[in-house]
């Protein structure tokens, strides 16, 4: 690895998109009779958490089969020539299956689960279900190690140090509405140049921001030509 320039990567879920990971819409009408905030809302686990469960536990078997997409590997690939960070909003695990090496998850993690009274008592389950009833170590009902919306998000600071540390920063995937998340932009250097690639428009006023109006897939083929040239 060629460790003279740190690129770190903010992802969203617009780069699994491709890969076949939408919104719980798609699933065949299973889930359209609720609300998105009966499954992203820390009120929904209070309210019906056996509805929580079941709904992760769907998405976490689908999970297995689904790989990652081009834009996965060629960020996996950038570590060849940079130092390559990836913060994600996504939950699922295709920046690892890709190859990836240093990822932080803001949002958690679909194959890991955690102790209900505990946050930082967090193990992993790979693709396997869990069940009301089944219990952590310090006895707390297992709930998915997912952060909802309600929630702290103890990786940001983690994230915002990383960000500072940035040569290249890339966005991808991400329409930047949910915070604290979206804030990471305005932790990026002075100068440091910052390439956005979503298929739609972005509301984002940086100036430094150049953008890659492109579907994740096709926007990380430019945006690698684009590094490799300089």
């Known amino acids: 690895m060629n460790n003279s320039k740190k690129i770190v990567v903010f992802s969203g879920s617009g780069i699994s998109k491709e890969s076949g990971i939408d919104t719980f819409r798609d699933a065949g009408g299973l889930w359209e009779q609720y609300d998105v905030m009966d499954f992203a809302d820390i009120e929904g686990w209070y309210k019906n958490p056996e509805l929580m469960m079941d709904f992760y536990n769907y998405c976490r078997t689908r999970l297995k089969d689904i790989e990652p997409n ?3 590997r060629i960020l996996a690939e950038l570590e060849k020539n940079f130092d390559v960070t990836i913060i ?27 102790s209900s009274d505990n946050p930082g008592m967090i193990w992993d389950i ?26 702290d998000v103890p990786m940001i600071q983690t994230a915002i140090d990383v960000v500072k540390t940035a040569d290249i920063f890339v966005i991808i995937g991400t329409s930047l509405n949910v915070y604290p998340a979206a804030g990471l932009i305005e932790c990026v250097k002075k100068k440091v140049p910052i390439y956005l690639i979503d298929p739609d428009d972005v509301n984002c006023s940086d100036k430094r921001v150049i953008k890659i109006k492109a579907k994740a897939t096709d926007g990380m083929r430019i945006l690698k030509n684009m590094l490799c040239e300089k």
């Not at 699922?92 to 299956?97: I, V």
């Not at 790979?126 to 929630?151: C, L, N, T």
Request: proline share 4%.
């Open 126 to 151: 790979g693709y396997d279900e869990i069940r009301m009833g089944e219990k952590a170590p310090d006895g707390s009902q297992i709930r998915p190690h997912v952060v909802w919306f309600g929630e």
């Open 88 to 114: 994600t909003q996504n939950v699922d695990n295709l920046h690892e299956k890709a190859g990836s090496t240093q990822i932080i998850h803001l949002h958690g993690e679909l194959t890991k689960v955690r």
């Open 70 to 72: 081009e834009a996965h």
